[in-house]
């Protein structure tokens, strides 16, 4: 069985680069996807995005606050209670792929994926 979902929304903030105790690199960064209802209210969903290896390094090099990108992969749902006794829930999506839409700085279009740590040009 596959499962698969993609998201386009604007980055909450710029990357953030973490290394695994055994040396792999992964950039984390939130993205907002939000959406209208039928009666006009605007919905806004958080998901946690990681991308690994050579993905995770354009990510952290290219993505900034507020920027617009495409990302897919498979997402995974977590929940908790806080310190402050409050329910908590996070999606957390790995990338198998990401496309940086908008923004003048990068006229170009760039798209990473395929399998991690292969760019598809």
Known sequence: MYAKTVIIGNLGDDPKVKYTPDGRNLAE???AVSRKTK???EHTTWYAVTA???LG???AKYL???RLVLAEGEVSASAWVGQDGKA?????LTARDVRFLGGKEHAEQMAL???EGELPF
Not at 88 to 92: E, H, N, P, S, Y
């Open 29 to 31: 960064f939130d993205v």
């Open 39 to 41: 009666d006009g209210e």
């Open 52 to 54: 690994w290896a050579k």
């Open 57 to 59: 390094e354009s990510c």
């Open 64 to 66: 900034a606050k507020g």
């Open 88 to 92: 908590k829930a996070k999606l957390q």
């Open 113 to 115: 994926g395929g399998e």
